[in-house]
């Protein structure tokens, strides 16, 4: 159990330490920049690769994931007139029947 005791302390230090540290490194105008600066250069380089993946999978001859959400959204207008078609027809047979 003394263990537990030293490392919980151990901990609680290292939490204290690093709390303030990270503080003051978030206030830090330099940091930010810097930070800021890498995670723009990040996302472009991930938006050349997501391009250049699409474009590969489209020379491929594969659906892109533009294509894939067109087809769905396709699919759900379809889906959708073909219920509205099924209701107008179950309306009509119950027309016919009061009617007969």
Known sequence: MPEQSIFRQAFALWERTASAYFAAL???PFFLGSTGSGLNALFSAKKVADDALTSFVSALGLATREDQERTLHLLHQIEGKLEDLEFELAERRAA???AS
């Open 26 to 28: 978030s206030r830090n």
């Open 96 to 98: 016919e029947t009061r």
